[in-house]
């Protein structure tokens, strides 16, 4: 693990921080400017997809990674899911990442869930420090690490910093981290509620401005738009219109690097898709449906979704996993919005999950998953990773590339992989261990070995104690997990 510093010298750390990062974002003010040649910092695109498995894209050996389909192939019992038969995917743009970038084979999430990965990914913290969940469970008490990982307005993130060292910031697509209170849902519609309805759309309208300017406002987004607050099922919106919209998001983010190409940007793209095993019904929504209400016709930024199923099936494959290819479609129309406005060679392409699904919500192998990039100035061949990096270390990465220094409380937990990312071995100091953590569970994972703790609340631990004795008294079965 990294060496820190004494804790004598943890008073001047603050002045010293801060001082750094005033001549970082000097530097970079004065370097923005409407000659982006000028300027060479590199863009950086984070797409993040929804427990995506490696199984679920192409490029990754599913015998090789903790998957479902890896578990079936080596034999290990699973429920008989066809899916795990036959994990073909097309994926061309995302494949080409892989021929022509670097596969992280050890990457991990510090924390298998959707709000704590998100926060880790955005902060470079480990979510049991977001101040949400300090209030809730403060240091020393046990706290059990779920849906309660908020980010909260006061904390550094790396949109805020990454803004005021010159970039271009922007966000589409997923949040999940909390739009302040009321908890962003629509308030009174019925399941059942028509979604051409005026009065509908009003109100649905209505809920989604005052999320995205809590999310503009409070955050460092230069452009935060086409979101979803939370899962889409979540939103409050009549039941039709729970619907995955991915050529809407897609559209948000060649918007955005349309404005701002021509400054350093970093666009946060979380993706709605899969968040959960492929199907095609994720793909029959009516592309009109938004959590910002009815479009009038639906975006045409991606090839149309029945040329999806027409490609799977020529290739054939099942057309379950369309949805792979659907999400490659979005791959590829960032990738060419970028090749056409002559900025990809320099933009840092990140191609991720916030989790797992086989073992979410643990700190089991849910906590591993795919990392692709691709970065053509500085990255010439393809070449496999098998550093122990995690989204902790995406912060104080982005920051060095930008020529910032991170703040006090983004410096803690994570460090940055550039020279990995550009060739060079890892550092000499860098961790040979990682912790993880989620719901009431703590882990450490080695290169070879991994150590997990269940550690139950007291409550927890009362409940599974009855039950047991009842099921004893009764001679019922009890189902448990260990």
Same mark, same amino acid.
């Given at each position: 693990?990294?060496?820190?510093?004494?804790?004598?010298?943890?008073?001047?750390? =603050?002045?010293?921080?801060?001082?750094?990062?005033?001549?970082?974002?000097?530097?970079?003010?004065?370097?923005?400017?409407?000659?982006?040649?000028?300027?060479?910092?590199?863009?950086?695109?984070?797409?993040?997809?929804?427990?995506?498995?490696?199984?679920?894209?192409?490029?990754?050996?599913?015998?090789?990674?903790?998957?479902?389909? +890896?578990?079936?192939?080596?034999?290990? #019992?699973?429920?008989?899911?066809?899916?795990?038969?036959? #994990?073909?995917?097309?994926?061309?743009?995302?494949?080409?990442?892989?021929?022509?970038?670097?596969?992280?084979?050890?990457?991990?999430?510090?924390?298998?869930?959707?709000?704590?990965?998100?926060?880790?990914?955005?902060? +470079?913290?480990?979510?049991?420090?977001?101040?949400?969940?300090?209030?809730?469970?403060?240091?020393?008490?046990?706290?059990?690490?779920?849906?309660?990982?908020?980010?909260?307005?006061?904390?550094? &993130?790396?949109?805020?910093?990454?803004?005021?060292?010159?970039?271009?910031?922007? @966000?589409?697509?997923?949040?999940?981290?909390?739009?302040?209170?009321? &908890?962003?849902?629509?308030?009174g519609l019925e399941d059942d509620a028509d979604p051409?309805?005026?009065?509908?759309?009003?109100?649905?309208?209505?809920?989604?401005?005052? &999320?995205?300017?809590? !999310?503009?406002?409070?955050?460092?987004?230069?452009?935060?738009?086409?979101?979803?607050?939370?899962?889409?099922?979540?939103?409050?919106?009549?039941?039709?219109?729970?619907?995955?919209?991915?050529?809407?998001?897609?559209?948000?983010?060649?918007?955005?690097?349309?404005?701002?190409?021509?400054? #350093?940007?970093?666009?946060?793209?979380? $993706?709605?898709? =899969?968040?959960?095993?492929?199907?095609?019904?994720?793909?029959?929504?009516?592309?009109?449906?938004?959590?910002?209400?009815?479009?009038?016709?639906?975006?045409? @930024?991606?090839?149309?979704?029945?040329?999806?199923?027409?490609?799977? /099936?020529?290739?054939?494959?099942?057309?379950? &996993? *369309?949805? *792979?290819?659907?999400?490659?479609?979005?791959?590829?129309?960032?990738?060419?919005?970028?090749?056409?406005? +002559?900025?990809?060679?320099?933009?840092?392409?990140?191609?991720?999950?916030?989790?797992?699904? /086989?073992?979410?919500?643990?700190?089991?192998?849910?906590?591993?998953?795919?990392?692709?990039?691709?970065?053509?100035?500085? !990255?010439?061949?393809?070449?496999?990773?098998?550093?122990?990096?995690?989204?902790?270390?995406?912060?104080?990465?982005?920051?060095e590339l930008a020529g910032a220094a991170p703040p006090?409380?983004?410096?803690?937990?994570?460090?940055?992989?550039?020279?990995?990312?550009?060739?060079?071995?890892?550092?000499?100091?860098?961790?040979? /261990?990682?912790? $993880?953590?989620?719901?009431? !569970?703590?882990?450490?994972?080695?290169?070879?070995?991994?150590? !997990?703790?269940?550690? #139950?609340?007291?409550?927890?631990?009362?409940?599974?104690?009855?039950?047991?004795?009842?099921?004893?008294?009764?001679?019922?079965? /009890?189902?448990?997990?260990?």
């Open positions: 693990m990294r060496r820190r510093k004494e804790d004598r010298m943890a008073s001047l750390e =603050p002045n010293r921080r801060e001082l750094l990062r005033m001549g970082a974002a000097a530097a970079a003010a004065a370097a923005a400017g409407p000659a982006r040649a000028q300027d060479p910092r590199p863009n950086i695109v984070l797409i993040l997809t929804d427990d995506l498995d490696f199984d679920e894209i192409a490029p990754y050996d599913p015998a090789r990674y903790p998957c479902y389909g +890896g578990a079936h192939s080596a034999g290990i #019992p699973t429920r008989p899911r066809a899916w795990y038969q036959d #994990p073909r995917m097309l994926t061309p743009n995302i494949e080409s990442i892989a021929r022509t970038g670097l596969t992280f084979s050890r990457f991990y999430v510090t924390s298998a869930v959707c709000t704590p990965s998100r926060y880790s990914f955005l902060t +470079g913290r480990y979510a049991s420090r977001s101040v949400p969940f300090c209030r809730r469970f403060p240091p020393g008490t046990p706290g059990t690490i779920q849906w309660n990982t908020n980010l909260d307005p006061g904390e550094s &993130n790396i949109a805020r910093e990454l803004k005021r060292a010159g970039y271009a910031t922007g @966000v589409v697509g997923k949040w999940h981290l909390g739009v302040g209170r009321p &908890n962003g849902r629509v308030q051409f309805d005026p009065q509908v759309n009003r109100r649905i309208r209505e809920t989604y401005e005052r &999320n995205l300017r809590y !999310i503009q406002e409070n955050f460092g987004w230069d452009y935060a738009e086409r979101i979803y607050g939370n899962n889409k099922e979540w939103l409050g919106l009549p039941r039709r219109m729970a619907v995955h919209n991915l050529e809407w998001i897609t559209e948000g983010a060649l918007e955005f690097i349309g404005r701002y190409h021509r400054r #350093p940007f970093f666009l946060y793209m979380p $993706l709605t898709l =899969p968040h959960g095993k492929y199907g095609a019904k994720m793909m029959r929504g009516d592309p009109r449906f938004t959590p910002a209400g009815v479009l009038e016709k639906p975006p045409e @930024v991606m090839p149309p979704r029945e040329s999806v199923f027409e490609r799977v /099936r020529k290739a054939g494959i099942e057309e379950r &996993n *369309a949805v *792979a290819t659907w999400i490659d479609d979005a791959v590829g129309a960032v990738m060419r919005r970028l090749e056409e406005l +002559g900025v990809a060679d320099n933009t840092l392409f990140i191609f991720t999950s916030d989790h797992g699904s /086989r073992g979410k919500y643990t700190c089991y192998e849910a906590c591993r998953v795919p990392f692709l990039v691709r970065w053509p100035r500085v !990255i010439g061949s393809a070449r496999e990773v098998d550093t122990i990096c995690a989204n902790i270390d995406l912060a104080p990465t982005f920051l006090e409380d983004m410096a803690r937990d994570g460090a940055s992989f550039v020279p990995v990312l550009k060739g060079g071995p890892e550092p000499a100091n860098w961790r040979d /261990r990682l912790y $993880l953590e989620c719901s009431n !569970i703590r882990g450490v994972v080695g290169r070879k070995w991994k150590y !997990i703790a269940n550690r #139950p609340p007291a409550e927890a631990q009362r409940a599974i104690q009855a039950d047991a004795l009842e099921a004893a008294r009764t001679g019922r079965l /009890r189902l448990v997990s260990l």
